[in-house]
């Protein structure tokens, strides 16, 4: 049987990859006026086509979304998002169906991707890790996100938690943003996405995600620390406690 499933899921990424690239190709004309534009018009038109792209992809896919606590949103207001890594669907989902126009924190050297990496640059701010200044320069477009009214979309584990407990290590990079902007932080727990899409293999398979939102987190009269210690203790226990 598990020999069965792991033939499936090879042959189900297979589909998940033409699909993915098919869709991505017709939506990209979609996308050509952000080419033109400035944000936060270019990262509102991004996040629509891509909403609409991947809604098609995760259908064909048979993959469902399934969301929570979506009125912990304000209208008017935005936030600083964190969201826990377990995968490269992660970035796939919140991006599109988190309800702001968000931008994400990415990798430099993706945006050398053909196409994808045009459409990636268009909702991200980008960063090599590697350098001092690129880092720095980084938080200062992350001011600019907030300051032109959009979420700013961080996964503060910096890396995919490989690991079998619910969280990694923090960093500090968001709740720096979020003491510095004096915006609320909204943690977002995911569910699934590891079942669904394994990147260490050529592996997918259908199944329902969960993205969870809780309660708005304020960083008045925290520190950045207390702030990170704050949100990974509520994170954590709310993993344990649905998962």
Not at 43 to 63: C, D, E, G
Not at 142 to 171: A, C, S
Request: glycine residues 2%; contains cysteine.
């Amino acid at each position: 049987m598990k020999l069965l499933k792991e033939i499936f899921a090879r042959i189900w990424a297979l589909w998940a990859l033409v699909v993915f690239a098919t869709i991505m190709l017709i939506c990209f004309i979609f996308m050509l006026p952000c080419f033109f534009l400035k944000d936060p018009q270019r990262a509102a038109l991004q996040k629509n086509v891509s909403k609409v792209w991947m809604r098609i992809f995760l259908t064909l896919t048979l993959v469902f979304i399934k969301t929570k606590n979506k009125n912990v949103f304000q209208k008017g207001e935005n936030y600083v998002l964190v969201c826990n890594h377990n995968s490269f669907m992660d970035v796939m989902i919140t991006n599109p169906f988190v309800p702001n126009v968000a931008k994400t924190i990415a990798k430099k050297s993706f945006a050398k991707v053909p196409i994808l990496g045009w459409i990636y640059t268009w909702g991200s701010v980008l960063v090599d890790r590697k350098n001092p200044q690129s880092r720095f320069q980084s938080y200062l477009d992350m001011k600019d996100v907030i300051n032109n009214r959009m979420d700013m979309l961080l996964f503060p584990e910096g890396t995919r938690n490989k690991t079998d407990n619910p969280l990694i290590k923090f960093q500090s990079g968001a709740f720096k943003l979020a003491t510095d902007t004096l915006k609320e932080i909204i943690p977002i727990v995911l569910f699934n996405t590891r079942k669904i899409l394994q990147e260490d293999k050529f592996y997918m398979l259908p199944g329902v995600i969960e993205i969870h939102y809780l309660s708005p987190v304020s960083p008045i009269n925290k520190t950045a620390e207390e702030l990170k210690d704050k949100v990974f203790e509520l994170m954590w226990n709310y993993y344990e406690a649905n998962y």
